[in-house]
T-cell receptor, first 113, second 113 residues
Framework: EDKVVQSPLSLVVHEGDTVTLNCSYE??????LLWYKQEKKAPTFLFML????IEKKSGRLSSILDKKELFSILNITATQTGDSAIYLC?????????????FGKGTLLTVNP | DAGVIQSPRHEVTEMGQEVTLRCKPI?????LFWYRQTMMRGLELLIY????????DSGMPEDRFSAKMPNASFSTLKIQPSEPRDSAVYFC???????????FGPGTRLTVT
């Protein structure tokens, strides 16, 4: 059975701090690793990574994938209170007509002023 | 684009009643996914469709749950009869076939008393 594990489960920081969120995966026919941000509503897409060692960046957020160690990290620099959310990691597979995501339980990030 | 549309946004019902949740995927997307999210179990995939055909319903918890996709722009998830343990947020997501990047609707918060 496919599995995605995120750590830590929760994290409290102060504005301006840098945080690193971790995601390990075991996904059959792995193809991609995705990060989502969930505030008090639906998950919104952040990044999709398919190749090892290539960093993806969007403003203060960046992510990288290690397909050898089956691991990804999401970095947020100079955190702001608006970064407070649950961050979800998902492993995507491919195989025939099967393209589904397996989600981790998420990391709850709280950024205090 | 309007994004994925779900209705209703909130549903409160009594145990034993039938509940129908509705979803309209992003125009042009031909894969549709139904998820359930709870604090205990996180985000779980219930069923997904490719080109209106159910591909994997192994996540559907019981025979009380059923889903249909009569055409490319509409899907329903039905629970009959509902039970208190079905209380959760139900998300619909869509993607292009063969792509792992899924876009989520706003969700339906279901409360069964």
């Amino acid at each position: 059975e496919d599995k995605v594990v995120q750590s830590p489960l929760s994290l409290v920081v102060h504005e301006g701090d840098t945080v690193t969120l971790n995601c390990s995966y075991e996904v059959t026919n792995f193809r991609s690793l995705l990060w989502y941000k969930q505030e008090k509503k639906a998950p919104t897409f952040l990044f999709m990574l398919t190749s090892s060692g290539i960093e993806k960046k969007s403003g203060r957020l960046s992510s990288i994938l290690d397909k050898k160690e089956l691991f990804s990290i999401l970095n947020i620099t100079a955190t702001q209170t608006g970064d407070s959310a649950i961050y979800l990691c998902a492993g995507g597979n491919s195989g025939g007509s099967n393209y589904k995501l397996t989600f981790g339980k998420g990391t709850l990030l709280t950024v205090n002023p | 684009d309007a994004g994925v549309i779900q209705s209703p946004r909130h549903e409160v019902t009594e145990m034993g009643q039938e509940v129908t949740l509705r979803c309209k995927p992003i125009s042009g997307h031909n894969s549709l996914f139904w998820y359930r999210q709870t604090m205990m179990r996180g985000l779980e995939l219930l069923i997904y469709f490719n080109n209106n055909v159910p591909i994997d319903d192994s996540g559907m918890p019981e025979d009380r749950f059923s889903a249909k996709m009569p055409n490319a722009s509409f899907s329903t998830l039905k629970i009959q009869p509902s039970e208190p343990r079905d209380s959760a947020v139900y998300f619909c997501a869509s993607s292009l076939f063969g792509g792992n990047e899924q876009y989520f609707g706003p969700g339906t918060r279901l409360t069964v008393t």
